[in-house]
């Protein structure tokens, strides 16, 4: 009972202060008046006010939508990403079925942003058999691909704009407001193996491939990765996989490891091509898992990438980190 009346406290003191900063006279003009609410609505998540929660939340995606989008917001990219984290999980607990503000019903239209836009340099879609992506087709055919995880890369690929990107991100700005949300509550209606525990051999082939995906259409949505986005810990979950897995000798399994393992690389990026140090370690491993890259050329590593679920991002990466010679 002391604990629960020291977080109620804390939690009054917090909310306290966060409503007198909403109500200075500034706030309807000052952008991080929209962190504010966020900081709001974890409060009330942590006492597990829902009510509350799903409140705030839904009050943050409609001050973004009124102001055009996270790309019109005149704030720096870290509350930007913080932004995009509650978009993403308001779409995800409470608004799961919305794709457009047309599909909604006139009562809730105002209360939710249009969260379907397009994904920034899109891949074109599928053209396979089934509407896998052809490397994911083939391991379709194996065992080591079900039919719930078939399911949901389908979904993820077909749900991209068959058409060329209206916008391209510049390197100081995350396209935040081009989050898909079909794609993040996929996750979230599917009965994926994301929490199976770990066996002798590191996670399974599904659990791997669904961290990567996860990655990917974040990578996909904002650009970058940064270490206050809730998908910074899928990161390292992807990060410690790849590095425990044995490597498969099966070729259409080993191939989707290499896509994985690119994958896991790409989560570090920092944008214009670059990685961090945790991106580069990945990198340089990669070809001492599986030597065979080291005959590949950038153009092949990305032709591999493609088999699967790439962008023009990834390419960058690949041709940014890949040309010093660590594929050739």
């Not at 719930?148 to 100081?172: E, K, M, N, Q, W």
């Not at 949300?181 to 209606?189: D, K, M």
């Not at 990305?302 to 990466?317: A, F, S, T, V």
């Amino acid at each position: 009972m002391a604990d629960q009346k020291v977080v109620l406290e804390h939690k009054h003191i917090a909310t306290s202060r966060l409503c007198a900063r909403l109500a200075r006279p500034d706030a309807t003009a000052d952008d991080n008046a929209i962190l504010t609410i966020f900081f709001l609505a974890l409060v009330e998540d942590a006492t597990g006010n829902i009510a509350a929660h799903r409140m705030h939340l839904t009050r943050v995606a409609t001050m973004v939508e009124i102001r055009g989008g996270i790309r019109k917001l005149k704030t720096n990219p870290w509350i930007k990403s913080i932004i995009a984290q509650a978009l993403v999980a308001n779409a995800l607990l409470y608004n799961p079925d919305a794709g457009t503000i047309d599909s909604l019903s006139e009562a809730d239209s105002h209360n939710f942003a249009p969260l379907l836009l397009h994904l920034p340099n899109p891949q074109p879609p599928p053209t396979s058999v089934g509407f896998l992506p052809p490397g994911f087709e083939a391991l379709a055919h194996t065992s080591f691909l079900s039919l719930r995880l078939s399911r949901l890369i389908v979904r993820i690929a077909t749900t991209a704009s068959p058409g060329p990107a209206a916008y391209y991100p510049t390197d100081d700005e995350l396209a935040d407001d081009d989050l898909a949300a079909l794609h993040f509550r996929s996750f979230l209606s599917s009965d994926l193996p994301l929490s199976d525990p770990d066996g002798p051999d590191g996670p399974s082939l599904e659990k791997a491939i669904c961290l990567a995906l996860i990655r990917y259409v974040h990578l996909s949505a904002v650009g970058r990765g940064h270490k206050l986005c809730l998908y910074y810990s899928f990161g390292l979950m992807l990060a410690h996989a790849v590095r425990t897995m044995t490597v498969p000798t099966r070729k259409e399994v080993r191939q989707c490891f290499i896509w994985i393992w690119l994958i896991a690389m790409s989560s570090w990026s920092m944008g214009s091509g670059h990685l961090s140090a945790e991106g580069v370690a990945l990198l340089q491993e990669l070809p001492k898992a599986c030597p065979e890259l080291g005959s590949y050329s950038v153009e092949q590593v990305k032709e591999l990438g493609r088999r699967y679920l790439w962008n023009d991002h990834l390419d960058r990466i690949v041709e940014t980190n890949c040309t010093v010679g660590l594929f050739q």
